[in-house]
């Protein structure tokens, strides 16, 4: 069945170095979301894409991330230089913008460690 | 995030009835997501009501109060599958900008 793919599914790296997280979203979905997700902060909506078109990144820190989706099968979620507050699992989800439900498929998530 | 509240852990034995409720913002309100996420598991999705009243889907159900900001999740016949966070989440705006509470942690024991 179809299912949002994210890689890797962990990542340890060391401050000040750049991380990569690719997501692959359910094919046919048009919309593609960034989460992050800490204990105290709970799930936090980085970016948001409709038709690989940047909708809403107000929720994600400029000055290190970036988000892209160089076509409809990839997604990227970029921080260069990485922090230890960075550390958490980020989630990429896909959905189709059809109402009635707006229904989101999340994938397995990326565990981000910084040290 | 966005005064989104709900209950941070709840306990309930196996085969009873549990009621999760939940409390939100309602401006720009456009409707109400619950999702359940197992421990190191991504959330899936349970619901989305953007009416008032009662939706049932087999043991579970949820409701919505629009003039109030309120909605809650009802489990029934609880397994101990069930134990497990219950996110609840709006959607606002004309986009699909969800913005999720930080979760309702349920433990069902023997």
């Known amino acids: 069945d179809a299912r949002v793919t994210q890689t890797p599914r962990h990542k340890v790296t060391e401050m000040g170095q750049e991380v990569t997280m690719r997501c692959q979203p359910i094919?046919?979905?048009?919309?593609v979301f960034w989460y992050r997700q800490t204990m105290m902060q709970g799930l936090e909506l980085l970016a948001y894409?409709?038709?690989?078109?940047?909708?809403?990144d107000s929720g994600m820190p400029k000055d290190r991330f970036s988000a892209e989706m160089p076509d409809a099968t990839l997604a990227t979620l970029k921080i260069q230089p990485s922090e230890p507050r960075d550390s958490a699992v980020y989630f990429c989800?896909?959905?189709?913008?059809?109402?009635?439900?707006?229904?989101?498929?999340f994938g397995p998530g990326t565990r981000l460690t910084v040290t | 995030g966005q005064n989104i509240d709900q209950p941070t852990e709840m306990t309930a034995t196996e085969g009873a009835i549990v009621q999760i409720n939940c409390t939100y913002q309602?401006?720009?309100?456009?409707?109400l997501f619950w999702y359940q996420q197992h421990a190191g598991e991504a959330p899936t999705f349970l619901s989305y009501?953007?009416?008032?009243g009662l939706e049932e889907k087999g043991r579970f159900s949820s409701f919505l109060s629009r003039s109030k900001g309120y909605s809650y999740l009802l489990l029934k016949e609880l397994q101990m599958k069930d134990s497990a966070s219950y996110l609840c989440?709006?959607?606002?705006?004309?986009?699909?900008?969800?913005?999720f509470g930080t979760g309702t942690k349920l433990q069902v024991i023997p």
């Open positions: 989800a896909s959905g189709p913008s059809a109402r009635p439900n707006y229904e989101q498929y």
């Open positions: 094919l046919g979905h048009n919309t």
């Open positions: 894409f409709r038709n690989r078109a940047p909708l809403d």
């Open positions: 309602t401006s720009g309100f456009n409707g």
């Open positions: 009501n953007v009416l008032d």
């Open positions: 989440a709006r959607n606002s705006g004309g986009y699909q900008k969800v913005t």
